[in-house]
């Protein structure tokens, strides 16, 4: 995947899918995956409490899982503050 466009095809991977390419980050380009962690504001804290609390089980899995909740979350966020709707025109600028 592109990095430009590397979040928005995460989004149209299952849950799966998405693990074996966190897992693919994790073996061969560790650097990718932290830099795609921050540019979707994954919480450190939340991940490292996760990875700590789950030693054993599938870290791509786990990661994975964190992604998608995030991405639910700012989809939720964008949707909340959308400024399609019809202003008043005694409120325009």
Same mark, same amino acid.
């Given at each position: 995947?592109e990095?430009?466009?590397?979040? $928005? =095809? %995460?989004?149209?991977? /299952? #849950?799966?899918?998405?693990a !074996?390419?966190?897992?693919? %980050?994790?073996e =061969? /380009? +560790? &650097? @990718?995956?932290?830099? %795609? $962690?921050? *540019?979707? /504001?994954? &919480?450190?804290? =939340? $991940? *490292?409490?996760?990875?700590?609390? &789950?030693?054993? $089980?599938?870290?791509?899995?786990?990661?994975?899982?964190?992604? %998608?909740? @995030?991405? !639910?979350? &700012?989809?939720? !966020? @964008?949707?909340? +503050? @959308?400024?399609?709707?019809?202003? #008043?025109?005694?409120? =325009?600028?």
């Amino acid at each position: 995947m592109e990095t430009g466009n590397e979040v $928005l =095809k %995460l989004e149209e991977l /299952d #849950p799966a899918q998405m693990a !074996a390419y966190i897992n693919q %980050l994790i073996e =061969k /380009d +560790f &650097s @990718r995956l932290v830099q %795609l $962690l921050y *540019r979707l /504001d994954v &919480s450190e804290t =939340k $991940l *490292r409490t996760v990875l700590k609390e &789950s030693i054993g $089980l599938d870290a791509g899995t786990m990661i994975a899982t964190l992604i %998608l909740e @995030r991405i !639910a979350q &700012s989809k939720k !966020a @964008r949707e909340q +503050f @959308r400024t399609d709707r019809e202003i #008043p025109e005694d409120e =325009k600028w």
